[in-house]
């Protein structure tokens, strides 16, 4: 079985610009969270969507948002891009959202000129 | 704030075992330990985690203080593939298939660089 998949694996933006990152939870899985790690740092917590609907938000500006689809898929999207917003983000899904154990993809690296 | 205490960074010989501490000592009693690594260039990965009890599967053993305020997460036989950030967490247990708020949310400190050494 395919694990978390995340696209696009890289990218480069610019400040001002907007960004979608996209996020395939494992087969079955129906609980999806985003972190971002910024260099150095732990991953932080930025949102948890269970069943289409958001059961948790980090200490995040509305720039970001998030949505989950009927298939369980997830969108990141940041808008007003920051030099601050480069980071690696990370996409996590469980089975349900109470589940303790999460498997994270291997992220979508996002660079702002 | 996470709310752990890891040392920065260890060192281990490729061989030995790596006996990696955590400190937890504001630790609630329906809290568990939780551990994750991170490779270079990867998402973290699930290792083990224990409630009161030792622990041990595939990956390590978890050693939990009878006081629960630390734990010693132990790779019994370090390869070079296990050098990684290593990361200690302390989250609710499970709160059932509905379970609101933000279980999705695992708070990661700086972690516990181990570098395994030829």
């Known amino acids: 079985d395919a694990g978390v998949t995340q696209s696009p694996t890289h990218l480069i933006k610019t400040r001002g610009q907007h960004v979608t990152l996209r996020c395939s939870p494992i087969s079955g899985h129906k609980s999806v969270s985003w972190y971002q790690q910024v260099l150095g740092q732990g991953p932080q917590f930025i949102f948890q969507y269970y069943e289409k609907e958001e059961r948790g938000r980090g200490n995040f500006p509305d720039r970001f948002s998030a949505r989950q689809f009927p298939n369980y898929s997830s969108e990141l999207n940041v808008n007003a891009l920051l030099l601050g917003d480069s980071a690696l983000y990370l996409c996590?899904?469980?089975?349900?959202?109470?589940?303790?154990?999460?498997?994270f993809g291997a992220g979508s690296r996002l660079t702002v000129l | 704030d996470a709310k752990t205490t890891q040392p920065p960074s260890m060192d281990c010989a490729e061989g030995r075992a790596a006996n990696l501490p955590c400190n937890h000592s504001t630790i609630s009693g329906n809290e568990y330990v939780y551990w994750y690594r991170q490779i270079h260039s990867q998402g973290p990965q699930y290792i083990i985690h224990?409630?009161?009890n030792n622990e041990t599967n595939e990956m390590a053993s978890l050693i939990i203080t009878e006081d629960r305020k630390s734990s010693t997460l132990i790779l019994p036989h370090a390869t070079l593939r296990d050098t990684a950030v290593y990361y200690c967490i302390v989250r609710p247990a499970r709160g059932g298939m509905n379970y609101g708020g933000s279980q999705g949310n695992l708070i990661f400190g700086k972690g516990t660089k181990l570098s395994v050494k030829p």
């Open positions: 996590a899904s469980t089975a349900f959202s109470g589940a303790n154990v999460l498997t």
């Open positions: 224990g409630l009161k």
